[in-house]
């Protein structure tokens, strides 16, 4: 069993960066392929980055490529994103989950946090 807690989230202003972290529960955090999801209003849930059990494989949505960073620290059982060059096009609620393999579909993940608030203005 797993527990989940983001943080990190706030109000910043375009071009600004943010570092959000998820925090798990439990011993089992490096068997795990971790993902971070964002939704916004109104919207369907999106993939925005994903990592391997290593840290060695890293997946990326086009929309985020380049301006974040996805990491992980086993010894924190710690999971990070890494955000610059924010856009108001960023603007979402940003969950991190877990899966057994790289997905880019929520259905795919089985422990979800309940979510960090990242708003963007102009």
């Known amino acids: 069993q797993v527990q989940l807690v983001e943080s990190g989230g706030g109000l910043v202003q375009a071009g600004d960066s943010l570092r959000l972290s998820c925090a798990a529960s439990?011993?089992?955090?490096?068997?795990?392929?971790m993902g971070w999801f964002r939704q916004a209003p109104g919207k369907e849930r999106e993939f925005v980055a994903g990592?391997?059990?290593?840290?060695?494989?890293?997946r990326y949505a086009d929309s985020v490529k380049g301006r974040f960073t996805i990491s992980r620290d086993n010894t924190k059982s710690t999971l990070y994103l890494q955000m610059n060059s924010l856009k108001p096009e960023d603007t979402a609620i940003y969950y991190c989950?877990?899966?057994?393999?790289?997905?880019?579909?929520?259905?795919?993940?089985?422990?979800w946090g309940q979510g960090t608030q990242v708003t963007v203005s102009s």
């Open positions: 989950a877990t899966a057994n393999a790289y997905s880019a579909s929520y259905s795919s993940y089985f422990y």
């Open positions: 990592i391997n059990w290593s840290g060695a494989g890293t």
């Open positions: 439990g011993r089992t955090f490096r068997a795990y392929y």
